[in-house]
């Protein structure tokens, strides 16, 4: 939940260097160490909710990206209409990027790989043939996915 009280600040505070933004949390109260700044900066940075770029004085500075907040809100849509044009498999593969914000090809699909051999398998063992063969049908070309 820390990242989600330094994009807080963020928000309220507008673009502000790391120094700052310790200020703020400090007199807001909030438990935190430099580490657990930093860390959080880097969820929010991973997940392109916060950018950085250096200012006409060579500090770096934070600056938070509401828009891409706002779509975090129909993630959930997203996954449901891509379960339905594509399948499980793209599913799974769309929940993961969402989910990690940036990911290698090889994570992705060792995750993704992982994920559908667990279904088949609890399928397998709960006799669900039906879902088995519709994992089994998917074909997903990974390299078409991923640029």
């Known amino acids: 939940m820390f990242p989600m009280q330094v ?7 507008g673009s502000i260097t790391l120094q700052m933004l310790l200020a703020s949390l400090f007199t807001s109260n909030i438990d935190f160490t430099r580490s657990k700044v930093c860390r959080a900066l880097q969820i929010l940075i ?12 060579g500090a770096v500075v934070y ?4 828009s891409q907040i706002e779509s975090r809100l129909r993630f959930a849509k997203f996954i449901d209409k891509v379960r339905k ?21 090889q ?6 790989s ?3 051999l667990q279904s088949l398998k609890n399928s397998l063992e709960n006799g669900e043939a039906s879902k088995t063969a519709e994992i089994s049908q998917q074909n997903v070309s990974f390299d078409c996915c991923i640029p």
């Open 107 to 112: 994570n992705l699909v060792a995750g993704v």
């Open 114 to 116: 992982r994920k559908c």
């Open 63 to 66: 600056k938070i990206i509401p």
């Open 46 to 57: 991973q997940h392109n909710i916060v950018e950085w770029f250096e200012n006409a004085k």
């Open 85 to 105: 044009l594509h399948g499980q498999v793209c599913e799974l593969l769309l929940e993961a990027v969402l989910l990690q914000g940036c990911i290698s090809q």
């Open 7 to 13: 994009a807080h600040q963020l928000l309220s505070k």
